[in-house]
């Protein structure tokens, strides 16, 4: 299994909206709506922010949100604020009791 | 309230073994999956494998096959990960997690890493 590919760096301004993505395969992404992504702040465990491709755990605002197209999967933070700077990971479910994750972005609000 | 506690941060030297905790309270011990997690120092998240505590149904990744053992004792909701003979490369962060689960069909399966514990460093050197 190879690790899912993310963007290493994303950046924007306070406010504004950036867009993650996360590309698999057929064997992974691409065959189960089971993606989900967690955010991890330096020293932290990681956070459930998504799962099942597009669902919101309690708690979690509703300026995340995530989406799948074939083999790829994007979480979209919206209205950009300081404290979701943070590395972000994706992960897939990919069948036969195993789960691949991402290699991880790190998201800079400047 | 969910809570995962792992056990504290551990050194040790090459060759020796290790086992590591992670407590589950606040729900049902036996009803979910228990996923490990390992997190190399700087780098991405890891999965290793997962344990069902109601009947000890254990996974492996194939990456961490024959290299580490997971177990469970369900009458202290209580999952481990155990070395037998550590190395260096196994310095990490180590994380457990419950695993949600997804059903279709009527075909139910550990799914997503809803809570996670606060994770136990362990650090291998000579």
């Known amino acids: 299994q190879s690790a899912l590919t993310q963007p290493a760096s994303v950046s924007g301004s306070p406010g504004q909206s950036i867009t993650i993505s996360c590309t698999g395969s057929?064997?992974?992404?691409?065959?189960?709506?089971?993606v989900s992504w967690y955010q991890q702040h330096p020293g932290k465990a990681p956070k459930l922010m998504i799962y099942?491709?597009?669902k919101r755990p309690s708690g979690v605002s509703n300026r995340f949100s995530g989406s799948k197209s074939g083999n790829t999967a994007s979480l979209t933070i919206s209205g950009l604020q300081a404290e979701d700077e943070a590395d972000y990971y994706c992960?897939?479910?990919?069948?036969?009791?195993?789960?691949?994750f991402g290699i991880g972005t790190k998201v800079t609000v400047l | 309230e969910v809570q995962l506690v792992q056990s504290g941060a551990e050194v040790k030297k090459p060759g020796e073994s290790l086992k590591i905790s992670c407590k589950g309270s606040?729900?049902?011990?036996?009803?979910?999956?228990i996923g490990w997690v390992r997190q190399m120092p700087g780098k991405g998240l890891e999965w290793m494998g997962i344990?069902?505590?109601?009947?000890?149904?254990?996974r492996y990744s194939p990456s961490f096959q024959g290299q580490v053992t997971i177990s469970a004792d369900k009458s202290i909701s209580t999952a481990y990960l155990q070395w037998s003979s550590l190395k260096a490369s196994d310095t990490a962060m180590y994380y457990c997690?419950?695993?949600?689960?997804?059903?279709?069909?009527?075909?139910?399966?550990?799914?997503?890493?809803?809570?996670w514990g606060q994770g136990t460093l362990v650090t291998v050197s000579s």
């Open positions: 606040g729900y049902s011990f036996t009803s979910y999956w």
């Open positions: 992960c897939s479910y990919a069948g036969s009791s195993t789960w691949v």
């Open positions: 997690a419950r695993l949600k689960g997804y059903c279709a069909n009527g075909v139910c399966h550990p799914a997503y890493f809803d809570y």
């Open positions: 099942e491709v597009i």
């Open positions: 344990i069902y505590p109601g009947d000890s149904d254990t």
């Open positions: 057929s064997s992974d992404v691409g065959s189960y709506n089971l």
